[in-house]
């Protein structure tokens, strides 16, 4: 059975500090990994897809990387800032199609 | 609006009753879930439907039963709710069961008393 776990759980960081999220798996054999954002009593927004093919993708401040064969997802994000404040999850869709999420990281960047 | 909607957006009910939650979707996806999102915002799928035919069915009680009418719709019923039913309930969904990205919905925060 997929297990996903994120570190660290919680996260403070002064604006402007580069940051590095970390998600791993235990089971390779996945369709995809994503990386979602979740405001405080809202929904997830989806932030980056990788495919099981991939070894990264890059959006604006943000760029997840995928190593699939040691089980790890990073995402890194640059010069942060106090919007970037929220819960970050990452979901592995693995056999079966079935969806895995971790448990997320509880991100504050204080101005 | 393109985007994946709940309905109620709020429910509070108490012990034994029965409620649904509805969902639609005006993506064009053709696969559809539901999660439970628990006290400590763990995220837990429960159903999946692709071209309304159910493919994901996590160990769920037997008084939860989804229903697709059809691609854009999924909806959520529940029998005789239990206090640990009280949790936010998600929808999401995607174009195809294997490897494109999920969008979800802004949640259902289901209340038992």
């Known amino acids: 059975k997929q297990e996903v776990t994120q570190i660290p759980a919680a996260l403070s960081v002064p604006e402007g500090e580069n940051l590095v999220l970390n998600c791993s798996f235990t089971?390779?054999?996945?369709?995809?990994l994503q990386w979602f954002r979740q405001d405080p009593g809202k929904g997830l927004t989806s932030l980056l897809l990788?495919?099981?093919?991939?070894r990264e993708q890059t959006s604006g401040r943000l760029n997840a990387s995928l190593d699939k064969s040691s089980g790890r997802s990073t995402l890194y994000i640059a010069a942060s800032q106090p919007g970037d404040s929220a819960t970050y999850l990452c979901?592995?869709?693995?056999?079966?199609?079935?969806?895995?999420f971790g448990r997320g990281t509880s991100l504050i960047v204080h101005p | 609006d393109t985007a994946v909607s709940q309905t109620p957006k709020y429910l509070v009910t108490q012990m034994g009753n029965d409620k649904s939650i509805k969902c639609e979707q005006n993506?064009?996806?053709?696969?559809m879930y539901w999660y439970k999102q628990d006290s400590k915002k763990f995220l837990k799928i429960m159903f999946s439907?692709?071209?309304?035919?159910?493919?994901i069915n996590e160990t769920v009680p037997n008084r939860f039963s989804p229903k697709s009418p059809d691609k854009a719709h999924l909806n959520l019923h529940i029998n005789s709710l239990e206090l640990g039913d009280s949790a936010v309930y998600f929808c999401?969904?995607?174009?195809?069961?294997?490897?494109?990205?999920?969008?979800f919905g802004p949640g259902t925060r289901l209340t038992v008393t």
């Open positions: 999401a969904s995607s174009s195809g069961r294997s490897s494109y990205e999920q969008y």
């Open positions: 089971d390779s054999a996945i369709y995809n």
């Open positions: 990788i495919q099981s093919s991939q």
């Open positions: 979901a592995v869709k693995g056999g079966s199609y079935i969806p895995t």
């Open positions: 993506l064009g996806h053709d696969t």
């Open positions: 439907y692709n071209n309304k035919e159910l493919i």
